[in-house]
Antibody, heavy 114, light 112 residues
Framework: QVQLKESGPGLVQPSRTLSLTCTVSGFSLTSYGVSWVRQPPGKGLEWIAAIWSGGSTDYNSALKSRLSISRDTSKSQVLLKMNSLQTEDTAMYFC????????WGQGVMVTVSS | DVVMTQTPVSLPVSLGGQASISCRSSQSLVHSNGNTYLHWYLQKPGQSPQLLIYRVSNRFSGVPDRFSGSGSGTDFTLKISRVEPEDLGDYYCLQSTHFPPTFGGGTKLELK
């Protein structure tokens, strides 16, 4: 069955770089894309970035300068990097199948604090 | 970006009752291919969003027929009949017709 699972550090210091991994199973990254969505505590959902099945990428324009999304198809993993972290980046980060958003991971909580 | 406006923000309901949630977009969600990419999700506390309805009115696998979606253009509605305890949580609409995809602000379905 289709599964996505996020992993990454729970705590990151301000101004540092966040690295998150989404490991998928039940489908191929060359057949489906993967996106990242985040949710600050008690708030709504915000789309961040996506990598298409062909390998092209798209980013939220407000965050684009700080983001990088890539993949390792041999490991069925999608990697998200966000630099210059600020406290406002504290959120639950989800990966979801793109463009359908039909399957989501459980999420990983990232806290930006010194 | 397309702005998705959900109402109400909070919706008290009785078990066994009916609930209706509205989602309006700032521009038409009809894609050039004729499809409308408006979807509905339920997020239970501590969980990730789960797809209920895709492309306006299609129930996702395993979703009970108590959930129904309707609408067109810029105006969409999710209806839940015979509300059960497992239906409580936050509901979100999502449009993926236009780039970037955008979510509604959410509606909290809670017990009256």
């Amino acid at each position: 069955q289709v599964q996505l699972k996020e992993s990454g550090p729970g705590l990151v210091q301000p101004s540092r770089t966040l690295s998150l991994t989404c490991t998928v199973s039940g489908f191929s990254l060359t057949s489906y894309g993967v996106s990242w969505v985040r949710q600050p505590p008690g708030k709504g959902l915000e789309w961040i970035a996506a990598i298409w099945s062909g390998g092209s990428t798209d980013y939220n324009s407000a965050l684009k300068s700080r983001l990088s999304i890539s993949r390792d198809t041999s490991k069925s993993q999608v990697l998200l990097k966000m630099n210059s972290l600020q406290t406002e980046d504290t959120a639950m980060y989800f990966c979801a199948r793109w463009l359908s958003f039909d399957y989501w991971g459980q999420g990983v909580m990232v806290t930006v604090s010194s | 970006d397309v702005v998705m406006t959900q109402t109400p923000v909070s919706l008290p309901v009785s078990l066994g009752g009916q609930a209706s949630i509205s989602c309006r977009s700032s521009q038409s969600l009809v894609h050039s291919n004729g499809n409308t990419y408006l979807h509905w999700y339920l997020q239970k506390p501590g969980q990730s969003p789960q797809l209920l309805i895709y492309r306006v009115s299609n129930r996702f696998s395993g979703v009970p027929d108590r959930f129904s979606g309707s609408g067109s253009g810029t105006d969409f509605t999710l209806k839940i009949s015979r509300v059960e305890p497992e239906d409580l949580g936050d509901y979100y609409c999502l449009q993926s017709t236009h780039f970037p995809p955008t979510f509604g602000g959410g509606t909290k379905l809670e017990l009256k």
